[in-house]
């Protein structure tokens, strides 16, 4: 008898990542990295992008803001399908109200 092994397909997701001019900050987000990065889903990007922008050696070069900490925020756009937001918590990242991110 054989059985199947069913593996999520990976897509490419649009990802833009916001954080405010200074750490700890809770107004003021401005968008900081626009990219696309693949996963089989939200979270597998949202752990992809954190491991990319938090280690010296794998941030891209054109990459000019600060590495990523709580309360940074990732959009994930899907076009037709909508677009996602999430914070990160210290328990991890939690999915949010768009309103957070509008610079005041």
């Not at 954080?19 to 626009?34: D, I, L, W």
């Not at 925020?73 to 990242?93: F, H, S």
């Amino acid at each position: 008898m054989m059985l199947s092994v069913f593996k999520k397909k990976s897509c490419s997701y649009d990802v833009t990542i916001f954080q405010t001019p200074r750490f700890g900050e809770k107004k003021g987000y401005r968008a900081v990295y626009r990219t696309e990065l693949n996963g089989s889903d939200h979270q597998d990007v949202l752990k992809r992008a954190f491991s990319l922008f938090n280690v010296f050696d794998t941030v891209p070069s054109d990459y000019d803001a600060r590495f990523m900490a709580t309360g940074d925020v990732i959009l994930i756009d899907e076009g037709r399908k909508g677009k996602t937001y999430y914070q990160l918590l210290p328990a991890g990242w939690r999915k949010i109200n768009r309103l957070i991110v509008q610079t005041t």
